[in-house]
């Protein structure tokens, strides 16, 4: 049976699964999604809308990836187009929250390149995990 790893991509940090959920298909593993999904919002939906399961297989292949807007229960009194609105709008939020996720990454790279190539000590370490 298939290893399925939900990682969350919240908005300032990424929190790895790393265990993983074995489930029969892709199906059973996006089911399983928006119920992790619906429960990490309970209550605080306004906050978490742009947060992301990004779902990937025992490989660390990407498998498909839930924003959370898109489950969100509490706009389905909405009209499809103001949801969709709505469903954009966190999405491009995600996609920030991603591109500056990098962008410190790759400071961080920089950092310890030039410390070096300057001869000094330099560590860096983001969620435990240390940075080139």
């Not at 400071?107 to 969620?127: C, K, M, P, S």
Request: proline share 4%.
């Amino acid at each position: 049976m298939p290893k399925y790893f939900f990682n969350l991509a919240a908005r300032d940090e990424v929190v790895f699964d790393r265990q993983g959920v074995d489930f029969p298909d892709e199906r059973s593993a996006r089911e399983h999604a928006e119920v992790v999904a619906r429960e990490l919002m309970a209550r605080r939906e306004p906050q978490t809308r742009a947060w992301r399961l990004d779902v990937c297989d025992s490989n660390g292949l990407p498998c498909f990836d839930l924003l959370f807007a898109r489950v969100d229960d509490t706009l389905g009194h909405l009209k499809p187009q103001l949801r969709s609105s709505i469903e954009g709008y966190c999405a491009s939020s995600a996609s920030l929250s991603e591109a500056i996720r990098g962008i410190r990454l790759t400071l961080l790279d920089v950092r310890a390149t030039i410390a070096r190539a300057e001869g000094a000590l330099h560590l860096a370490a983001v969620n435990g995990v240390a940075v080139r």
